[in-house]
């Protein structure tokens, strides 16, 4: 079988196309949007403490270069301006949660 004949313009009709959209939207369906994530992280913070911590005890030990010294003071204390950030971000946080799903609580146990 061979194709429909096609008119001198190829051009697609404006009529055709509206119709085609909700046709796509009855084959689709509506789909609930799903949210975006939004995980604590003020463990991530103490992470990166912890590690320049720990890197600095090393370098302190191993008697290293003390440009590596300055490097593992300067992430540690920009660790604390980070967990003091994200400690402020996790209170919004949970203040954003509280208003969007009143129904969700978190037990401290």
Do not use: N, Q
């Not at 991530?44 to 593992?72: M, N, Q, T, Y």
């Amino acid at each position: 079988m061979s194709p429909a004949p096609r008119s001198r313009d190829s051009r697609p009709d404006p009529a055709d196309r509206a119709d085609a959209l909700p046709a796509l939207t009855a084959v689709t369906g509506s789909k609930p949007r799903p949210e975006p994530l939004d995980p604590p992280m003020v463990p991530v913070a103490l992470a990166g403490l912890i590690a320049f911590a720990v890197a600095g005890v090393v370098v302190v030990l191993a008697d290293g270069p003390s440009e590596w010294r300055w490097i593992c003071l300067s992430g540690f204390l920009w660790g604390i301006v980070g967990l003091i950030t994200m400690l402020r971000h996790d209170a919004g946080r949970r203040r954003r949660r509280a208003l969007t799903h009143p129904e969700f609580r978190v037990d401290p146990s």
